[in-house]
């Protein structure tokens, strides 16, 4: 299933209202000096990823504005979406966002998942680029807050000697998706060099994956998944082929159903209506990964769509803790790339 352009006008509609509004807001901040005061206003310390309740949320929403425009640039939001890009992707506003980071506070602020999501927009602006050259000044804006976070991913990624296989924002495997797409879409070959380094180190040797102990009840990823998605990234198709068969000897097991949603409203069960979509974009990579006539290739692209159809109807007009930022997780899924 591709993304329509009726579905992608939602998406911007939704997009456009997340990233414009500040409230509720979960604040992160790390105090670092005795008596310090708190932020007088979280838009003060962020004025470009001010809204969708997370400076993280907020990044990938606009991400999902990008991703429109250069997939479908004649929707009606389209005005509207440069308009916001107009205004947040300017060297001033990005340069207090980057000022940001280099404060005591933001030495490891919202590492890898915000880096890695903000990675993942720069890439998408540079894809944008080439085929609506007004991008080109946002991209310009948004370069030196990328390099910086592309810098951090490549040294953590190298220190890292064990992997974080959470189901939630730590997960190095996600991560370093969107950052090996970074580092391809805009020629950082020292980064993709140390993500494919890092995932034969971390994940290179794994058997017999415990696929039975997911999903625990707040993912929004799949660890197991995550790390087979990465795999298929950075091996050539028969030797990832191989690396599958012994880490899923048995198939994929429960990892092909729907986890079930108990309450959409608790912010941290809603997560899982993200697991389906995160599942469905990362199934679709798995079997992409594989070599041509392999019989897992239509088991995993129907598990795919089956997790598809469950996660989508709560992308838009659901609950906010859901919809401030599950339709960028259905666009990945419905777009498949990176």
């Known amino acids: 299933m591709r993304c329509d352009a009726a579905t992608a006008s939602a998406f911007a509609r939704v997009a456009l209202a997340?990233?414009?509004?500040?409230?509720?807001?979960?604040?992160?901040?790390?105090?670092?000096v005795d008596g310090e005061p708190l932020p007088s206003s979280h838009v003060v310390l962020h004025p470009a990823?001010?809204?969708?309740?997370?400076?993280?949320?907020?990044?990938?929403?606009?991400?999902?504005?990008?991703?429109?425009?250069?997939?479908?640039?004649?929707?009606?939001?389209?005005?509207a979406i440069e308009a916001i890009l107009d205004e947040r992707f300017t060297p001033s506003v990005i340069g207090r966002e980057l000022a940001y980071f280099l404060s005591p506070a933001g030495r490891t602020f919202e590492r890898p998942y915000g880096w890695a999501w903000l990675l993942e927009l720069a890439a998408e602006l540079a894809r944008l680029t080439e085929s609506a050259p007004r991008a080109a000044s946002w991209g310009m804006a948004v370069e030196p807050l990328a390099r910086e976070l592309a810098a951090r991913m490549r040294s953590f990624v190298e220190a890292a000697v064990y992997p974080i296989r959470a189901g939630t924002h730590g997960n190095t495997a996600f991560a370093c998706l969107l950052a090996h797409d970074y580092a391809q879409a805009c020629d950082d070959a020292p980064l993709a060099a140390a993500v494919e380094s890092a995932a034969m180190r971390w994940?290179?040797?794994?058997?017999?994956?415990?696929?039975?102990?997911?999903?625990?009840?707040?993912?929004?990823?799949?660890?197991?998944?995550?790390e087979a998605s990465l795999q298929a990234r950075v091996m050539p198709s028969d030797r990832?082929?191989?690396?599958?068969?012994?880490?899923?000897?048995?198939?994929?097991?429960?990892?092909?159903?729907?986890?079930?949603?108990?309450?959409?409203?608790?912010?941290?069960?809603?997560?899982?209506?993200?697991?389906?979509?995160?599942?469905?974009?990362?199934?679709?990579r798995m079997a992409s990964g594989l070599p041509a006539g392999d019989d897992r290739v239509d088991r995993f692209r129907a598990a795919a769509a089956g997790h598809l159809a469950a996660g989508l109807p709560w992308t838009v007009g659901g609950d906010y803790v859901g919809e401030h930022w599950l339709a960028s997780f259905a666009a990945l899924a419905l777009g498949v790339t990176p």
């Open 203 to 226: 994940f290179g040797g794994d058997r017999v994956a415990p696929i039975d102990y997911e999903p625990s009840l707040t993912d929004f990823l799949s660890p197991i998944l995550a």
């Open 240 to 284: 990832f082929a191989e690396w599958l068969t012994s880490l899923l000897p048995h198939g994929l097991g429960p990892l092909a159903d729907p986890p079930i949603v108990g309450d959409r409203h608790d912010p941290q069960i809603a997560h899982l209506d993200g697991l389906s979509l995160s599942r469905a974009w990362m199934l679709e």
């Open 49 to 79: 990823f001010f809204g969708s309740y997370d400076w993280h949320s907020a990044v990938h929403m606009h991400w999902l504005l990008v991703r429109v425009l250069r997939t479908h640039g004649t929707v009606p939001e389209s005005t």
């Open 18 to 32: 997340n990233v414009s509004r500040p409230m509720p807001h979960a604040l992160h901040h790390l105090l670092t």
